[in-house]
Nanobody, 124 residues
Framework: QVQLVESGGGLVQAGGSLRLSCLASGRTFSSYNMGWFRQAPGKEREFVAV????????YYADSVRGRFTISRDNAKNMLYLQMNSLEPEDTAIYYC?????????????????WGQGTQVTVSS
């Protein structure tokens, strides 16, 4: 079973950048699609991005497309989310996830493995 640990969250001003990282334990990391979800205060958990097991394809939520980039390094068991041009609306807990389908807007119920989350706060 893969376990996921996120890092890199913090406080940033609007327009700034952050890079989230996710370290996965377990030898099956490279066989899973990986992704990111987020949950803002008072809102439901929502999809952010997904990347295929090989890293060859990625899909993004409309709200982050063009600003965020998901990537992975299978040799290091690492998943990343580069977030640029951050907006106050991006404030949320960001979750690294594994075992999700590669398709538009997967639901939280479609995700097999969750990390514990890292807080991202964007000030205006």
């Amino acid at each position: 079973q893969v376990q996921l640990v996120e890092s890199g969250g913090g406080l940033v001003q609007a327009g700034g950048s952050l890079r989230l990282s996710c370290l996965a334990s377990g030898r099956t990391f490279s066989s899973y699609n990986m992704g990111w979800f987020r949950q803002a205060p008072g809102k439901e958990r929502e999809f952010v991005a997904v990347i295929t097991w090989s890293g060859g394809s990625a899909y993004y939520a409309d709200s982050v497309r063009g600003r965020f980039t998901i990537s992975r390094d299978n040799a290091k068991n690492m998943l990343y989310l580069q977030m640029n041009s951050l907006e106050p609306e991006d404030t949320a807990i960001y979750y690294c996830v594994a075992r999700l389908p590669y398709r538009p807007d997967p639901l939280p119920g479609n995700v097999g493995i969750w990390g514990q989350g890292t807080q991202v706060t964007v000030s205006s």
